[in-house]
């Protein structure tokens, strides 16, 4: 079965710095993977997502991930961190197995501190 | 384009009632899926609906059902409500079921309460 883990529950990182937010994947087949934002009392809104071709993805709001087939890993990245990036951040893979749904992990809390 | 819009966005119910939930997708979008999160159990599939059928259901018990229109709005409901019933439920539309890179794309949710 399709399955991501986010291993940290929250990550600290202070403004102006590098973020990385970790994420592995195990999929049976090509792995379609997906980032996706959540701010408090709202919906889930999509970042960037992986396929194929060029294994670093660039999306929304100067956020980048870096697909490693090698370690299964999806992790999402941004140089340069700001306070309103603040939020919780789910990794997702898309199951084709049985039809279609999305299996989300457990999401990752960002605190960025001024 | 709007976005996905979904009413209503907040409901108390107490146990035993039921309640319908509303989704309506990005216009040309044709498959919607809903998804409930609870602080316990994060984000977990409900369904998915492409051209009226359901194509795929999660891991929930029979009182969770839901539809879909000719016009690809779709309506959730829960009967028998339980106090575990309690939960964000959202609800994601992408241009067509079965495309493995089709992007979802999510409404605000319907945040259900009950007591």
């Known amino acids: 079965a399709q399955s991501v883990a986010q291993p940290e529950d929250q990550v600290n990182v202070a403004e102006g710095n590098p973020l990385t937010v970790k994420c592995t994947y195990s999929?049976?087949?090509?792995?379609?993977l997906f980032w996706y934002v959540q701010y408090p009392n709202r919906g889930l809104q999509f970042l960037l997502k992986?396929?194929?071709?060029?294994?670093l993805v660039k999306g929304s709001y100067g956020f980048e991930a870096e697909f490693n087939k090698s370690q299964t890993s999806f992790h999402l990245k941004k140089p340069s961190a700001l306070v309103s990036d603040s939020a919780l951040y789910f990794c997702?893979?898309?199951?084709?197995?049985?039809?279609?749904?999305?299996?989300f992990g457990a999401g990752t809390r960002l605190f960025v501190k001024a | 384009k709007a976005g996905v819009t979904q009413t209503p966005r907040y409901l108390i119910k107490t146990r035993g009632q039921q309640v319908t939930l509303s989704c309506s997708p990005i216009s040309g979008h044709r498959s919607v899926s809903w998804y409930q999160q609870t602080p316990g159990q994060g984000l977990q599939f409900l369904f998915e609906y492409f051209s009226e059928t359901q194509r795929n259901k999660g891991n929930f018990p029979g009182r969770f059902s839901g539809r879909q229109f000719s016009n690809s709005r779709s309506e959730m409901n829960v009967s028998t409500l339980e106090l575990g019933d309690s939960a964000l439920y959202l609800c994601?539309?992408?241009?067509?079921?079965?495309?493995?890179?089709?992007?979802?794309?999510f409404g605000p949710g319907t945040r259900l309460t009950v007591l």
């Open positions: 992986y396929i194929t071709g060029d294994n």
């Open positions: 997702a893979v898309r199951d084709m197995t049985g039809g279609f749904k999305t299996i």
């Open positions: 994601a539309s992408s241009l067509e079921a079965g495309g493995a890179a089709d992007t979802q794309y």
């Open positions: 999929v049976s087949g090509n792995p379609y």
